[in-house]
């Protein structure tokens, strides 16, 4: 049987591999209590929900809505105007999930007459992440392939994890025995 010594390390280590585990994407539904994507009691709701949590690339957003609803992902410009007319991406099948894919904010509208400018809004901050064990591509690499349908745009960052993850495991596996 392996002695206290060598088992705490080994421990140790796979406790942090569930940490890192559990800090694999997440999934936001929009909106916090009411969970729904429409036009807000308070103008600033919305934000005021995403300022509430913290958004790090390879998460994803999910926005429900009725038929007469959509969701325009566009340009800070474009949000600010609550302009329409010239959406990055667009979306209307009433259960959108989006994958925050890269760092840095993404504005979203609704695309119904009159909604974005009652504060049907949403401005989601990415963190870039920097900070902890998660390791991910640059997010200017990235950029360009942004609009792309891609039904996987983490991959990059997924394979450096489960690389950086495997080694973890390997150490730990070493020190247990
Ligand atoms: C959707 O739009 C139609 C036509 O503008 C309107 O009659 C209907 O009440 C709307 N439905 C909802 C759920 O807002
Ligand atoms: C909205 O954007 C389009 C294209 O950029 C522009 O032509 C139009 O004037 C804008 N509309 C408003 C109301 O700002």
């Avoid at 410009?77 to 999930?97: F, H, Q, R, V």
């Avoid at 119904?112 to 591509?137: N, T």
């Avoid at 891609?150 to 991959?155: I, L």
Wanted: charged residues 20%.
């Amino acid at each position: 049987m392996a002695s206290l010594q060598t088992l705490i390390p080994g421990l140790a280590i796979l406790v942090l591999l569930s940490i890192i585990s559990f800090s694999e994407a997440r999934e936001f539904v929009v909106g916090g209590k009411r969970s729904s994507w429409e036009v807000p009691s308070s103008p600033d709701e919305f934000n005021k929900w995403a300022e509430a949590n913290r958004f790090q690339i390879g998460d994803s957003i999910v926005l429900k809505y009725g038929k007469n609803d959509s969701v325009l992902e566009v340009t800070e410009a474009d949000y600010k105007t609550c302009n329409k007319s010239n959406p990055i991406k667009s979306y209307n099948d009433g259960n959108t999930k989006i994958t925050l894919d890269k760092s840095g904010p993404f504005f979203f509208i609704s695309g119904a007459e009159g909604h974005c400018e009652k504060g049907q809004k949403l401005e989601i901050k990415v963190l870039s992440a920097k900070h902890g064990l998660y390791l991910a591509p640059s997010p200017v690499e990235n950029h360009h392939h942004h609009h792309a349908p891609a039904p996987a745009p983490s991959n990059g960052g997924f394979g450096l994890r489960t690389g950086f993850m495997g080694g973890l495991a390997a150490v730990g596996f070493l020190a247990l025995v």
